[in-house]
């Protein structure tokens, strides 16, 4: 088995660190690539740290991967070497699910993620992006359109499919009036995607710091959510609210400036689960739902979105070096939106 | 203006007791009803009591009359003396707004519920259906079916409407699998109206005491919620579950009976408000929403749909007397399935 370099971790107390991890053997349905570039995940420090409890070691995280073909297996047509390709959080899914036959692997009964699981073998675990290389089912390889830079569209992979995918499944286009929570790695895809849906996007954020930024980047207007005046202003003014905090907030305050039929939709988990009051969903028949990335099929189609409107993520690019300090960055809110990791520095 | 007996309340700590009320002159656009039953919805006891802190007195209770018209306005064309009609939970909205506008009076902005509410003037208190006569806008008069008994057709008002609703608006039909959580007075008539929905009903109760009893009113399955199992068994296999249960429960527990984009409809508000973890929405894309009785339009429907299929409520039909007694039983939930006050007792 073909050893890569990577950058991962032994245990959830250990800061990233260089070691060399196993890719499978190219098989007839496999497609290999030389990683250009990963974008960094809050996901992946709750990985690496096991915050979710459910972390298998040794890790290398990162599940935002783009680069170039290098190989393809006899049975591959659709790839080529020298193909601009992604892979996103799914490197196989059971197939025969109802989830898997509706093109939703996402909620795949036994879906194979990019790391911190295991192959279908039951045994194997795979690694992530933070490596030269990986080789993965066809099926689950993605195609960049030529426009894009690598660089940049790394983090479409898991950033932009988890906030396209809600936007597209509650019909955001024109004449909605959809409010993106939080201006991070997350809202400022959502703010980038829903603009170009022709939207009309209203940017929540803690305080108006990020008012020109969420401008630039496509809000028709930008609210402080520490000012009270907000929640009376925009009551029962929008028709979706993408809810990209995981912090613990006051769901009702914020459902109450969903209109009739309204739908907030929670992309993150908060670790103590907030009180929920039920007059603001009955009052207006509102829902509170969750969006979980995408399929493989949406995920081309939000890239093929992406190639048509120019649209990649605002990004920091850093060595490999730097991801233990980058981790620190993000707990503290403090990047503009996103790093991605150039992979040339661990070859 | 004519006064006419009448059972209500001066205040939160009193029982309910005779009183005199005024109804209005009868208006161009007015129905004079005689009112032949009325239900007794648990709102009743949180509004004569002021658990909801909103209460004003002196208060006649009653949103689920039913009766005969004894006069009509000049301008009203749609019904005569002699009809048999009912008078659900408003007698009037602002005609203007969006909500009103979709017939969907219920979320009007400036509601006029059908007691303890103003009249559009906003000075007239309004007063329910624990009396012998009412007069309503002909816009809020209801139809009653022929072939339906007045006594048992009252609870349809309030309790009918609010799980016909959302059964409809969820698109409760052939090859749903619908849960409806508690067999109470909303519960029983989920599972009467689910069922001539063609849908597969099934009842989660507390224990299995019911279960006779929910299968004869057309519940498909019954499962125990203080059983472990059933959390086990039914895990991912709702389409729907209609929450009729207003106690705080563990909303987490039961959405992940929902299959990949299920609802949970919460139809009772709890005092204390449940926590709400965010992942069994996200890892099926499932919802939590609130619906709120009807409007006018659909309560007809519904009325007409019981009419159809021969679907009224089971009702234990009580003197206006023992009113004080009925509510310390619904307190207990001693009751198959509403009381209903034959008013005949009140003249």
């Not at 892979?87 to 899914?93: A, H, I, N």
């Not at 980047?217 to 520490?226: I, K, S």
């Not at 048509?308 to 503009?336: G, M, Q, W």
Request: proline share 5%; with cysteine; net charge positive.
């Amino acid at each position: 088995m073909p050893q890569v370099n990577a950058y991962g971790t032994q245990g959830a107390a250990q800061p990233l660190a260089p070691l060399q991890i196993a890719r499978r053997e190219l098989e007839v349905n496999d497609v290999a690539v030389d990683i250009a570039f990963c974008g960094v995940c809050h996901t992946d420090i709750h990985q690496t740290r096991n915050e979710w409890g459910n972390s298998m070691y040794p890790m290398v995280p990162g599940h935002e991967i783009v680069g170039k073909v290098t190989a393809v297996g006899s049975k591959v047509k659709r790839f080529k070497a020298g193909d601009k390709v992604g892979v996103g959080c799914l490197v196989d899914s059971c197939r025969e699910c109802e989830d898997c036959k509706d093109g939703l692997e996402q909620f795949c009964c036994k879906p194979v993620f990019t790391y911190n699981s295991f192959e279908k073998d039951g045994k194997t675990l795979v690694q992530g992006g933070y490596s030269t290389k990986i080789v993965v089912h066809q099926d689950f390889i993605l195609r960049i359109p030529d426009n894009l830079s690598l660089d940049k569209a790394a983090p479409l992979l898991c950033a932009g499919i988890t906030t396209y995918s809600p936007l597209r499944h509650w019909k955001t286009g024109p004449g909605k009036r959809v409010a993106v929570l939080g201006l991070g790695g997350l809202g400022h895809m959502a703010v980038k995607l829903g603009h170009a849906m022709k939207a009309e996007i209203t940017v929540l954020t803690r305080t108006l710091n990020k008012i020109d930024d969420a401008k630039r980047l496509g809000a028709d207007h930008v609210y402080a959510t520490n000012d009270p005046k907000t929640f009376e202003k925009l009551s029962r003014y929008f028709d979706l609210i993408i809810n990209t905090v995981s912090v613990k907030l006051d769901w009702g305050k914020y459902l109450e400036m969903l209109k009739r039929d309204g739908s907030m939709v929670l992309l993150g988990v908060p670790s103590d689960a907030p009180q929920l009051p039920a007059s603001p969903l009955i009052m207006a028949r509102r829902s509170l739902a969750g969006s979980l990335i995408g399929g493989i099929k949406e995920t081309q189609e939000m890239l093929d979105f992406c190639g048509k409107h120019n649209i990649a993520s605002d990004i920091e690019l850093i060595p490999i070096t730097k991801i233990n300090e980058a981790y620190e960055r993000i707990l503290k809110s403090d990047v503009k939106y996103r790093f991605v990791i150039d992979i040339a520095t661990l070859k």
